[in-house]
Antibody
Framework: QMQLQESGPGLVKPSETLSLTCTVS??????????WAWIRQPPGKGLGWIGS???????YDNPSLKSRVTISADTSKNQVSLKLTSVTAADTAVYYC???????????????WGPGTMVTVSS | EIVLTQSPATLSLSPGERATLSCRAS??????LAWYQQKPGQAPRLLIY???NRATGVPARFSGSGSGTDFTLTISSLEPEDFAVYYC????????FGGGTKVEIK
């Protein structure tokens, strides 16, 4: 059974870079057919897609984040990483990683999620 | 960006009642709409994809309908574990979520 687990600092200073890792177990991130996404949820608010990386390494992210996002993958560790630069208080949120089917049933939905990790931006 | 508007914001119902949740899109999605359930302190769970297809393991009391700009999630008879927040999500143009509908116990 596939599981995803986010990890990283819970506190980041304004203007610095937020860095998170998603470790996938129970399956390979490069086995094909899936992208791996980052999604966030500010406290008490709704969900927002940040970006995704495909099994082949192609990336695409939310234009509203104005090129602050870098998503990468380390297939040797079966991990996907997120970097978000120049953070402000508005980036305070629970950050989730999720599996995103690329083809056929459930295409471009998020069918398996990690439990999420809270990141606070504060000095 | 496609905007998804969910209504009502809160739905107060009793166990056993029928819940009808709405998601309206700012432009046509075809059938490219999904629904999720989120309980407090938990990650969302995929319920419905492509407007009307139940995800694996989702009970039959959950059903989705609609196309174009108007979509509905129906829970035929609310169970105690169904009280939660529900989000819609579109995949027609980038990926965006609605603001959510909270289904609370009356």
């Amino acid at each position: 059974q596939m599981q995803l687990q986010e990890s990283g600092p819970g506190l980041v200073k304004p203007s610095e870079t937020l860095s998170l890792t998603c470790t996938v177990s129970g399956g390979s991130i490069s086995s094909g057919g899936y992208s791996w996404a980052w999604i966030r949820q500010p406290p008490g608010k709704g969900l927002g897609w940040i970006g995704s990386i495909s099994y082949s390494g192609s990336t695409y992210d939310n234009p509203s984040l104005k090129s602050r996002v870098t998503i990468s993958a380390d297939t040797s560790k079966n991990q996907v990483s997120l970097k978000l630069t120049s953070v402000t208080a508005a980036d305070t949120a629970v950050y989730y990683c999720a599996r995103q089917p690329m083809f056929a049933l459930g295409k471009d939905t998020f069918d398996i999620w990690g439990p999420g990790t809270m990141v606070t931006v504060s000095s | 960006e496609i905007v998804l508007t969910q209504s009502p914001a809160t739905l107060s119902l009793s166990p056993g009642e029928r819940a009808t949740l709405s998601c309206r899109a700012s432009q046509s999605l075809g059938s490219y709409l999904a629904w999720y359930q989120q309980k407090p302190g938990q990650a969302p769970r995929l319920l419905i994809y492509d407007a009307s297809n139940r995800a694996t393991g989702v009970p039959a009391r959950f059903s989705g309908s609609g196309s174009g700009t108007d979509f509905t999630l129906t829970i035929s008879s609310l169970e105690p574990e169904d009280f939660a927040v529900y989000y819609c999500q579109q995949r027609n143009s980038w990926l965006t979520f609605g603001g959510g509908t909270k289904v609370e116990i009356k």
